[in-house]
């Protein structure tokens, strides 16, 4: 059974996520430190076992940054990864309300572009600005 | 941007506070998006370093950095008026933030820092040390290490 919960934020599992999907791994009180100035993040498990996570870094009202999303391999394909946008977006879109002119930012892995392009992100070079990719405005 | 003269280092007086008065007079001479004081107040609260430049007195410009003060970073709203742009101003800038990010970078550590450069100035940013590689990752970037230069 698939559930999503917010701002769990534990070390164990987000360190587990990390070496599973091929970044490395940080010393747990390194980790600790970034996932408590985290604003908000979402972790995906499969019955008590993670299996997705997200998080949103920044200064929780003029710049977002999205970070960390990572899907385990097995469960890679099975829309887990769709899954944590749509939640970090419906906190984004919260944060809208406050500030209409948020800028949301991702770095997206290499071959990621596409994944994030269905969410409405298009690179900066689309809008003609300098690399990165920004949210899109759809208003 | 058109490069002038650079100033002369001790021109350039740099300091560590920053109002959302002086934010949005810097921001909104460049044309930026603007916001509320309210917004930028809470979101200056919510940034790890930041920085204002003065030159003879006059504010000229400022940077801020925001992250989640251990794994990665991001360079935001560096951002020189018009009148003292092209003059190396903005370098010191990043220069100042990247320092402050490196002498709280503990032995061992290491943390990311990215940023996206506004069209054209992708060579500003090398200048100040960041790589841009889109085969990694789409914005520049730079890692900070405290074992190495």
Same mark, same amino acid.
């Given at each position: 059974?698939?559930?999503?919960?917010?701002?769990?934020?534990?070390?164990?599992?987000?360190?587990?996520?990390?070496?599973?999907?091929?970044?490395?791994?940080?010393?747990?009180?390194?980790?600790?430190?970034?996932?408590?100035?985290?604003?908000?993040?979402?972790?995906?498990?499969?019955?008590?076992?993670?299996?997705?996570?997200?998080?949103?870094?920044?200064?929780?009202?003029?710049?977002?940054?999205?970070?960390?999303?990572?899907?385990?391999?097995?469960?890679?394909?099975?829309?887990?990864?769709?899954?944590?946008?749509?939640?970090?977006?419906?906190?984004?879109?919260?944060?809208?309300?406050?500030?209409?002119?948020?800028?949301?930012?991702?770095?997206?892995?290499?071959?990621?572009?596409?994944?994030?392009?269905?969410?409405?992100?298009?690179?900066?070079?689309?809008?003609?600005?300098?690399?990165?990719?920004?949210?899109?405005?759809?208003? | 941007?058109?490069?002038?003269?650079?100033?002369?280092?001790?021109?350039?007086?740099?300091?560590?506070?920053?109002?959302?008065?002086?934010?949005?007079?810097?921001?909104?001479?460049?044309?930026? =998006?603007?916001?509320? !004081? /309210?917004? &930028?107040?809470?979101?200056? #609260?919510?940034?790890?370093?930041?920085?204002?430049?003065?030159?003879?007195?006059?504010?000229?410009?400022?940077?801020?950095?925001?992250?989640?003060?251990?794994?990665?970073?991001?360079?935001?709203?560096?951002?020189?008026?018009?009148?003292?742009?092209?003059?190396?101003?903005?370098?010191?800038?990043?220069?100042?933030? =990247?320092?402050?990010? !490196? /002498?709280? &970078?503990?032995?061992?550590? #290491?943390?990311?820092?990215?940023?996206?450069?506004?069209?054209?100035?992708?060579?500003?940013?090398?200048?100040?040390?960041?790589?841009?590689?889109?085969?990694?990752?789409?914005?520049?970037?730079?890692?900070?290490?405290?074992?190495?230069?």
């Amino acid at each position: 059974m698939i559930s999503i919960k917010e701002n769990i934020n534990k070390v164990e599992e987000y360190n587990y996520l990390f070496d599973q999907v091929g970044w490395g791994c940080y010393e747990n009180k390194i980790s600790q430190k970034a996932l408590d100035n985290t604003i908000y993040s979402v972790s995906v498990y499969d019955d008590d076992k993670i299996i997705g996570y997200g998080r949103l870094i920044g200064d929780s009202i003029c710049f977002l940054y999205i970070h960390d999303v990572m899907v385990l391999p097995e469960y890679q394909h099975k829309k887990i990864g769709t899954k944590v946008m749509n939640k970090l977006l419906e906190k984004i879109n919260r944060i809208k309300l406050e500030n209409p002119y948020v800028r949301v930012y991702l770095g997206a892995s290499k071959g990621k572009d596409d994944f994030y392009r269905k969410f409405g992100f298009i690179t900066r070079k689309e809008a003609n600005l300098g690399s990165g990719m920004i949210l899109k405005n759809t208003d | 941007m058109e490069y002038r003269d650079l100033y002369d280092e001790n021109k350039i007086e740099l300091a560590d506070t920053l109002t959302s008065t002086e934010f949005l007079e810097v921001i909104e001479s460049v044309g930026f =998006k603007t916001y509320s !004081e /309210e917004q &930028v107040n809470k979101a200056l #609260k919510n940034t790890m370093y930041m920085v204002k430049a003065k030159v003879d007195g006059k504010l000229a410009g400022i940077g801020r950095v925001v992250g989640d003060y251990s794994i990665v970073c991001c360079l935001s709203d560096i951002c020189v008026k018009p009148e003292f742009q092209g003059r190396g101003i903005g370098l010191r800038i990043v220069k100042y933030l =990247k320092n402050k990010i !490196e /002498e709280n &970078v503990k032995l061992g550590e #290491k943390m990311q820092i990215e940023l996206t450069p506004t069209a054209g100035n992708e060579d500003f940013y090398k200048k100040a040390g960041f790589k841009y590689n889109p085969d990694v990752i789409t914005g520049m970037y730079l890692w900070i290490k405290s074992d190495q230069e």
